[in-house]
């Protein structure tokens, strides 16, 4: 007998609203710096800046479903999960301010193999309550090794 899934749309919307809320605080941020940035040589494969904000809406989505269903769980362990899950979110707000406004790209970089790292032990401690949540974070994680590809680019290209 399988279980199912009963969403409630008030945790719901406050699992996703606290992503979308913390990367647009983040975009507003770093705004100013992005005419500096569209100054910079990047690397091969560089999306257009409109993919950015497009592509990390559809992710904090995912993140916040994927925290839902964690918040949702009976598991003891629940709680741990979701403060990982808040550690790797800060982290993860702090990168562009280091990328962008303060320029600190070397720094910014092995910030996201700290963020990728905490991704990844994140996602083993969400599989280990909800397979579907690690799941949800896949994207998540390969959009920030792409971003690690990029943000290392954009450094060797502009040192």
Do not use: C, H
Request: hydrophobic share 60%; glycine share 6%.
């Amino acid at each position: 007998m399988s279980k199912s899934v009963v969403f409630r749309l008030g945790p719901l919307a406050v699992s996703i609203v606290i992503p979308l809320a913390l990367g647009a605080l983040s975009g507003f941020i770093t705004s100013g710096s992005m005419q500096q940035f569209e100054q910079l040589l990047k690397p091969p494969l560089s999306p257009p800046g409109i993919a950015f904000p497009i592509v990390w809406t559809i992710l904090y989505v995912l993140m916040g479903i994927a925290s839902y269903l964690i918040w949702q769980s009976a598991d003891r362990d629940r709680g741990k999960a979701l403060v990982l899950y808040g550690i790797q979110l800060v982290v993860n707000v702090l990168w562009p301010i280091l990328f962008f406004t303060l320029q600190m790209r070397l720094l910014s970089f092995f910030w996201l193999l700290l963020l990728i790292v905490l991704i990844i032990w994140t996602m083993a401690r969400f599989s280990k309550i909800n397979k579907t949540a690690a799941w949800l974070l896949v994207p998540y994680l390969l959009w920030t090794l792409f971003a690690g590809y990029l943000n290392l680019g954009v450094y060797l290209l502009n040192r």
